[in-house]
């Protein structure tokens, strides 16, 4: 007999041992994934970085669905796109506000940039040693080696110090957009044999700027292409301290590790397709359903296919319609309403507004029939437009879930220094045992 089929005996045996019935979670009082009955996620912390409006309360304190709102350090972030003086860095706007908690002055928003663009540069030999010699087939997984090894270039990496938490934090987020680009044409040259283009960032560019300049081939762009990116990465850069990958990098740094395994932490969580991981599988759905049934589909056809993903009757089998739903938005998720719009006017441009329209009413369909399955309002998300507004940039897949992190990089950041100057104590839950206590028996005996 081989190895594995003994394995596969000693799992099947084991579930005469390990079960947990799910009735045993409300029995003991265990939140399931840190929710309440309702819902709601159960508080863990505070946090003045930036709230999640899903739903309010009435005076019984019943939760009760409403449009959602997203706050960046107190400000909606529809303002602040919705402004007049668009300056082309409203991310790096944006980070100023997360990380300091006020809006900067143009001579402070310079003076941030000019930090950041002084950091662009990656350590010498990192491109080939780390990233050429070593491609990885996941850039997500690519993202988290890179991390780890610069902590190798950092002369003082254990230091945890607030204030070099700030100074570390920043020097990383500058080089994201190179590491994550220059990964994936490592890989696409080692796995896909395409030829091998490394641009080099340009220190007058934006982070938007510069990601699709070192992306393209021509390295050229228009100002909306540059604009559409800016506000993506604008509208990733944080979503409060519930989020779980914000979470992850809160729970692991709370046992003074470093900052780059803490980052590290976080990549690995927004890696997975319920949390950043979406966007893909949204790009991928969404391409199947247009193959299977037509772009010009009725919208009874496209009620059918969210039926059989339902019933795990179509492709991949997972019984999630990707991009819909929410762990807090009930009626409505702000950026997807904000992505929608600014995808619209870019797919015109494009000429690609048959796509976009096939998105607007599968979006209306979906939620639709997802809501009376389910008996509660389901929202489209996100990720139900990132993917689209990713391919209306022609940003390759593979990039979608690195293109988050390279965004949401500076919201784990903040509420890092947020945690441990206010909070600072290990996160260290409980868990119930509920095995029984038996006796030792000896080998001969078993
Ligand atoms: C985002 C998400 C993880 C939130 O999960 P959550 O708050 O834990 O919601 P729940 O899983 O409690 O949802 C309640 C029910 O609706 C179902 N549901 C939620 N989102 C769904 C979706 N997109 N498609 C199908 N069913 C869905 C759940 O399976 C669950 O069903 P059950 O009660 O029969 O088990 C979930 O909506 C999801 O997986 N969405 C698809 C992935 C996605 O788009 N992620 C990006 C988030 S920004």
């Known amino acids: 007999m081989d190895k594995n089929i003994y394995l596969a005996q000693f799992y099947g045996k084991s579930q005469n041992y390990t079960q947990i019935p799910r009735d045993w979670f409300p029995k003991f009082g265990v939140k399931r994934g840190l929710r309440n009955e309702d819902h709601t996620g159960v508080l863990v912390g505070l946090t003045r970085v930036a709230d999640v409006v899903g739903y309010k309360r009435d005076a019984e304190g019943n939760k009760i669905d409403c449009d959602g709102i997203l706050y960046y350090r107190g400000i909606d972030v529809r303002t602040l796109i919705e402004r007049e003086d668009y300056h082309g860095f409203l991310y790096e706007e944006a980070c ?133 990116l800016d506000i993506l990465l604008f509208l990733h850069a944080d979503h409060g301290g519930g989020t779980n990958s914000t979470f992850a990098n809160l729970v692991v740094s709370s046992t003074n590790t470093d900052i780059y395994s803490a980052m590290a932490a976080s990549v690995a969580a927004l890696k997975g397709p319920r949390h950043g991981g979406a966007n893909v599988k949204v790009s991928i759905m969404m391409e199947r359903i247009i193959d299977a049934i037509g772009i010009k589909a009725t919208d009874a056809q496209m009620e059918d296919v969210v039926h059989k993903i339902l019933q795990k009757k179509f492709k991949n089998h997972s019984g999630l319609v990707y991009g819909f739903g929410h762990a807090v938005y009930t009626l409505s998720d702000p950026r997807a309403e904000i992505m ?107």
Request: proline share 5%; hydrophobic share 35%; charged share 25%.
């Open 340 to 446: 929608r719009h600014f995808c619209g006017i870019v797919a015109k441009e494009k000429g690609m507004d048959e796509i976009y329209n096939f998105y607007r009413r599968f979006e209306k369909v979906a939620i639709k029939t997802l809501s009376e399955a389910k008996g509660t309002h389901m929202c489209s998300n996100v990720d139900y437009y990132s993917g689209f507004a990713y391919q209306l940039l022609g940003i390759p897949r593979d990039l979608y879930t690195p293109l988050f992190v390279i965004s949401r990089f500076v919201g784990w950041l903040a509420h890092n220094i947020e945690h441990k100057q206010y909070d600072d104590r290990i996160v260290r839950p409980a868990a119930k045992y509920v095995g029984e206590i038996r006796e030792y028996i000896p080998m001969e005996d078993r």
């Open 96 to 228: 100023f506000l997360l990380l300091f908690g006020y809006l900067p002055t143009r001579e402070e928003l310079d003076a941030f940039c000019k930090v950041l663009q002084s950091g662009y540069d990656l350590p010498d030999e990192f491109l080939e040693m780390n990233l050429l010699r070593l491609p990885g087939k996941n850039l997500m997984n690519k993202l988290q080696h890179a991390l780890i090894t610069l902590y190798n270039y950092d002369p003082d990496p254990d230091n945890i110090d607030v204030y070099q938490t700030l100074r570390k934090g920043l020097n990383i987020m500058s080089k994201l957009p190179s590491i994550a680009v220059y990964a994936y044409m490592s890989k696409v040259h080692y796995y896909n044999r395409q030829s091998l283009v490394i641009h080099y960032p340009r220190k007058d560019y934006s982070t938007a700027q510069n990601i699709l300049s070192m992306l393209r081939l021509d390295g050229r762009f228009t100002e909306e292409e540059a604009h559409l």
